[in-house]
T-cell receptor, first 116, second 116 residues
Framework: GAGVSQSPSNKVTEKGKDVELRCDPI?????LYWYRQSLGQGLEFLIY????????KSGLPSDRFSAERTGGSVSTLTIQRTQQEDSAVYLC??????????????FGPGTRLTVT | AQSVTQLGSHVSVSEGALVLLRCNYS??????LFWYVQYPNQGLQLLLK??????LVKGINGFEAEFKKSETSFHLTKPSAHMSDAAEYFC??????????????FGKGTHLIIQP
């Protein structure tokens, strides 16, 4: 079956604009993760969804970042009033869940965000 | 809290030589450990993982890693490097088999260069 897909693959935006990044997880994967990959910070965990619920949003870098997931499937990461330090590759991953454990994470190709 | 240290941001080996990528971790709970590989402009692919049981784990593409609790290490090895192994390698730790609500904590990555 299809893997995790993300769109757009590349996004260039002007400072101050809002952007939406989309993630389509593998069908049947109830756990979904967002990470950010940047030169300065490496790979950072941002947020985790179990179904449509995100128990802990403290990993989001600032209140300009928000994420939602609907129908237990597609997730959107929204960055408001983008800043140059938001430039990074945003990676999404999904996994199966059994009981209280989530299993191997499958990663999408990422969205490269450039804020000019 | 968990953390991962990868020694050497760049490692260069000759084709056919032993590959050794070092990873040390810190975890307040029994760790689950992972090695991921990232090829240019692609997402992360799981090479291997340690959850419980046998401390020597074998993965794809001829890679293996050994969990040493006393040394808090999970070094990645391959007996004979191929040109196709050139990529970025990430070590990661979590408190659950796949990450769970806290996601994965990644090291900074090691860029593996294969010399012909």
């Amino acid at each position: 079956g299809a893997g995790v897909s993300q769109s757009p693959s590349n996004k260039v935006t002007e400072k101050g604009k809002d952007v939406e990044l989309r993630c389509d997880p593998i069908s049947g994967h109830t756990a979904l993760y967002w990470y950010r990959q940047s030169l300065g910070q490496g790979l950072e965990f941002l947020i985790y969804f179990q179904g449509n619920s995100a128990p802990d949003k403290s990993g989001l870098p600032s209140d300009r970042f928000s994420a939602e997931r609907t129908g237990g499937s597609v997730s959107t990461l929204t960055i408001q009033r983008t800043q140059q330090e938001d430039s990074a590759v945003y990676l999404c991953a999904s996994s199966l869940v059994s009981g209280r454990f989530a299993y191997e994470q499958y990663f999408g190709p990422g969205t490269r965000l450039t804020v000019t | 809290a968990q953390s991962v240290t990868q020694l050497g941001s760049h490692v260069s080996v000759s084709e056919g030589a032993l590959v050794l990528l070092r990873c040390n971790y810190s975890s307040s709970v029994p760790p689950y450990l992972f090695w991921y590989v990232q090829y240019p402009n692609q997402g992360l692919q799981l090479l291997l993982k340690y959850t419980t049981g046998a401390t020597l784990v074998k993965g794809i593409n001829g890679f293996e890693a050994e969990f040493k609790k006393s040394e808090t290490s999970f070094h990645l090895t391959k007996p004979s490097a191929h040109m196709s192994d050139a990529a970025e390698y990430f070590c990661a730790v979590s408190g659950g088999p796949g990450g769970g609500a806290d996601g994965l904590t990644f090291g900074k990555g090691t860029h593996l260069i294969i010399q012909p």
